[in-house]
């Protein structure tokens, strides 16, 4: 049935002002949307591995909107260009517009450079779910790891996003984890990065590359202007 | 906390739980985009999105009949009421008005004045078929089914596809004597 139906729709979605964002829905109804997401996809899939993966897909699609839209409204169409700035960027205002809240924390990894962690005590996806024995480690986390994969990839930070259950001592439920694993040329742009800034403090500025590229082609046009 | 009577949708909402519309927005709109690249027909999108629905609508009517104290409803007149005055304010903040009702009254007509769902959405050409809030009509059609009403729910008008509203048609099909839940066909 496809191009079956009435002409294209008079208004554009863009004509449209964009909401403030403050509008709310019951959290129910989120989670018994959220519940048909996981149910529909467990029937696509064979393993866990599988179905994590397709949560994380729909998580994508969320996290890519949420980085456009949130550049625009809260930091006038400015995008975080720093590692700790955008990490900071999800940790705080991504967390307080979808969930309500700013992330339990933010933390970095002891055994490796590259890797971040954000913990939720009770993430808003896991509240009602209860993991039956035969799943394993599956974790609807997934989503939520997808959603911040979606952030940092289109912000131009690719990294490998998982979520995990962490026990917390003397607690019954344990917290969640969102692991960030960023892309080896994530960490080469941080070093250069700092390279720079460590010659800049010593006034050795190297000056941009470009600059030096406009200065020979002015050079070179001077001399074939005599 | 015992409810005592029928509460107001707004007192309900209110007093619950709540969470960023964009959140359920967005999530929709991932579930729409995932279930058009899986079956790849608009017409089955339409059919799942139903389903989906329903399996929300049967779950639903327990938190709805608990949170807002509703006692039996005397006709169907009431029951549209509820569900637009009560049902709609509860679970997605926003208020709908019955109108439309034909003479017997057991077919009327459930208007959206605002719909979260459809927020940042436009329909491209390829899925002009598409009812994209189909998950409505499911969830109403299963909830009313709980309840030993069968409906048949239908979308008359779609501000997706160039209407100027949202409307439902619920239309009452037979009320079911009652009866032992029993699963539909899965």
Known sequence: MIGVGKMKQ??????????????E?????????????VQYNQTQVDNIAELERRLEDAGYAVGS??????CNREKGNRRETRLL???????????????GKVADSLEKGTEHEDEYMISEKELLVNRFISIPKDMGTFNCGAFVAGIVK????NAGFPA????????????????????????????????????YLYLEKLNLSPGLPTSIHAAQVLKREARLSQ | MAPVGPRSGDAIFSSIDRVNAELFTLTYGAIVRQLLTDLEDVDEVNKQLDQMGYNIGIRLIDE??????VSRCVDFKETAEMIAKVGFKMFLGVTASVS?????????SIILEDNPLVDFVELPDTCQGLYYCNVLSGVIRGALEMVSMKTEVTWTRDALRGDDAYELQVKLLKQVAEEYPYKDDE
Request: net charge neutral; hydrophobic share 45%; glycine share 6%.
């Open chain 2, 64 to 69: 709805f009949l608990a949170k807002s104290g």
């Open chain 1, 160 to 195: 490998v996003v998982t979520a995990h259950f962490v026990p917390i001592e003397g607690q019954q439920r344990p917290r969640t984890t969102i692991l960030i694993k960023f892309a080896d040329e994530v960490s080469i742009s941080t070093s250069l990065y700092m390279i």
């Open chain 1, 25 to 37: 829905v019951s959290l129910s109804a989120f989670a018994f949307l959220f519940s048909e997401l």
């Open chain 1, 65 to 70: 909107r949420v980085l456009e839209l949130l």
């Open chain 1, 85 to 99: 700035g955008i990490l900071s960027f999800v940790h705080s205002t991504v967390w307080k517009v979808l969930f």
């Open chain 2, 100 to 108: 439309s009702w034909d003479a017997d009254g057991t077919c009327c």
């Open chain 1, 10 to 23: 008079y208004s554009n979605v863009l004509d449209k002002p964009l909401s403030k964002g403050k509008q």
């Open chain 1, 150 to 153: 979606g952030v940092l990839d």
